[in-house]
């Protein structure tokens, strides 16, 4: 019985911005550096600091629970598995 296994990516990236005087200037400044194909995850207030990780999804058949560990290609992860 095949599998569909849903992936992503897992490249993330920091970002690093100069000191702001409020959240909203420290949202602005860390979105204006944030690169084409990258969605923000996580910002670190205290330390004007954000991590990106980049956008995608993919999916891939596999015909046994088998296969799960060795499906996703490397800098991927899988999400989920329903039948196929």
Same mark, same amino acid.
């Given at each position: 019985m095949p599998y569909i296994v849903a992936l992503r990516p897992t490249e993330t990236i920091d970002i690093q911005v +100069? +000191?702001? /005087?409020? @959240? +909203?200037? @420290? $949202?602005? %400044?860390? &979105? %204006? *550096?944030?690169?084409? /194909? $990258?969605? @923000?995850? +996580?910002? #670190?207030? &205290?330390? #004007?600091? %954000?991590? %990106? *990780?980049r956008v995608g999804y993919d999916e891939v058949t596999i015909e046994s629970r088998d296969e799960l560990e060795t499906c996703a290609p490397e800098g991927w992860q899988a999400l989920s598995v329903r039948l196929g």
């Open positions: +100069d +000191d702001t /005087g409020s @959240l +909203d200037e @420290l $949202f602005a %400044a860390v &979105t %204006a *550096r944030i690169p084409v /194909g $990258f969605e @923000l995850v +996580d910002i #670190h207030v &205290t330390q #004007h600091k %954000a991590v %990106a *990780r």
